[in-house]
């Protein structure tokens, strides 16, 4: 969970997070219009940063697992036979997180799904309230199918922002 208020990435309930984004910010849609999923920022810079150091094992002769929790082994003959990102996959890109905004441009609120990397179910709203109404309105789930009011909502939002 994240704690910095302006690049808050704070979670909500299950698979829900509140982003802070620009007021002119349109997530990203593929060629057949369905938005494609986006990891938050802050995790961008640390999934590299724990990627590298893998490579940097690997071309040391070790693996310590995908996220670099176990202690580092002796590659196997098979895993020699390999590269780095044949066994765990290709080094984080930027273009698969949101955008790492300034602080002072990360003016507004926006809800995200994150049973995927993440893709948006709400608008870009100016303020706490506007978001926690349309939630509301559009009775969107905030744990499984558990629905909440706008007041709950808002109350929710506003717990969030004062942890930020």
Known sequence: MSFHRKTATTNVGAHRQLRRVPADWDH??????????LFQDLEL???QEIWDRGQQLWDD??????????????LTDEQKSSCYSDWVGNRPEDEAHMPLWP??????YQLYETSTEGTPISPVMDSLES???WLG????PAYADLT?????????????EEWS
């Open 28 to 37: 990203p849609k593929n060629a057949s219009g369905t938005l494609v999923p």
């Open 45 to 47: 810079k640390r999934s």
């Open 61 to 74: 002769g070790f693996y310590a697992g995908e996220y670099g929790r176990d202690k580092p082994k002796p």
């Open 103 to 108: 602080d002072e441009k990360r003016t507004h």
């Open 131 to 133: 978001l926690a109404k």
């Open 137 to 140: 309105e559009q009775n969107k």
């Open 148 to 160: 909440f009011t706008e007041k709950e909502w808002l109350e929710t939002l506003k717990e969030l």
